[in-house]
């Protein structure tokens, strides 16, 4: 536990620090989106596509680990939504609170923690799950956060959100940045030695600074929403990304493979310790954006980046 702990512990100090930095101005509000910026549209984008490019094709296109995790993100939704709705929080605030309960943080955290923890090998499983989470499970929740516009207009709502939510998906960089680094994987395409030498110091910026920048998104989240609220809507969310999800991975994968479903333990550990991470930092983003209690959302992700420090750390420790 304590070798874990020792290759855990930068990560996490990273955000911290990046949490420190911004509560105490030495970096201004203003230059968060700056820093988020550059690693959604550079860095992250150039180290998704080493690591897809680095990894055999068969990785990236393992149906068994894209239909387990996929079953296991709805569950976690729906599960999340029938148990947090009532008369205050309706379907935005639940929608939005069942994505931050199923949607891991594994772009700006889970693909350098788990591939440092497990070695590059994991980087394949660890991608497929980032996109299952973008492409369909941000986009099932954006649209459901619409119901609440009543019956016939609600429908439409969801529809209209849907299809923002998937044009969002084709605008965002990181997709594309892993299906050519899959293409580049299939057709062993290497990049001329200086672009991919470019590249390459882009993608080895893209842990730190997507680290600090987790941090001072979190600071930013909890001095802008700083209203009353009660425990019992958010710790219970929290509760589920921690501890109910990667259990309901572990059960579904082990399930998988009982039945015969070619699924290898390597690949489970992997799923399991990508569920076991916190809550995605760019939620709080989207519950801003569309009109949900924002302050609800960021404790949850605030109260999920602190405890994965040890609870992350105990999955690795079971599951390894």
Not at 61 to 75: E, F, M, Q, S
Not at 194 to 201: A, D, F, I, R, S
Request: hydrophobic share 60%; glycine share 8%.
């Amino acid at each position: 536990m304590l070798n874990i702990l020792l290759v855990t512990f930068p990560f996490f100090a990273l955000v911290l620090a990046g949490f420190v930095a911004a509560r105490r101005r030495m970096l201004p509000l203003e230059a968060i989106p700056g820093l988020n910026g550059f690693v959604l549209f550079f860095a992250l984008p150039c180290m998704l596509y080493r690591f897809g490019s680095t990894t055999p094709i068969a990785q990236l296109l393992d149906a068994t680990v894209i239909g387990v995790y996929l079953v296991c993100a709805l569950v976690m939704v729906a599960f999340c939504i029938a148990i947090t709705m009532n008369r205050r929080i309706r379907w935005n605030d639940a929608s939005l609170g069942a994505l931050v309960a199923a949607f891991p943080n594994s772009g700006f955290m889970g693909v350098p923690l788990i591939v440092a923890l497990l070695g590059a090998s994991a980087a394949g499983t660890v991608i497929l799950t980032m996109l299952i989470d973008m492409v369909v499970t941000s986009s099932l929740c954006i649209a459901l956060s619409r119901l609440d516009d009543g019956e016939g207009h609600g429908r439409q709502a969801m529809l209209d959100a849907g299809r923002k939510a998937l044009r969002g998906v084709l605008g965002n960089p990181m997709p594309w940045a892993i299906v050519l680094g899959a293409l580049a994987s299939a057709y062993s395409f290497t990049l001329p030695q200086p672009v991919e030498q470019t590249l390459w110091l882009l993608a080895d910026a893209a842990s730190p600074v997507a680290l600090f920048t987790i941090g001072a998104v979190l600071a930013r989240a909890q001095m802008q929403s700083n209203h009353p609220m009660p425990l019992s809507d958010y710790v219970p969310v929290a509760l589920m990304k921690l501890v109910l999800h990667p259990l309901l991975v572990l059960v579904v994968g082990l399930g998988a493979i009982q039945v015969g479903m070619p699924l290898s333990p390597a690949a489970l550990t992997v799923m399991v310790l990508v569920a076991a991470l916190p809550s995605a930092s760019n939620v709080s983003l989207l519950a801003e954006r569309f009109g949900a209690d924002n302050g609800r959302i960021a404790r949850i992700i605030l109260v999920t980046t602190t405890a994965a420090f040890f609870t992350f750390s105990a999955a690795v420790s079971l599951m390894t």
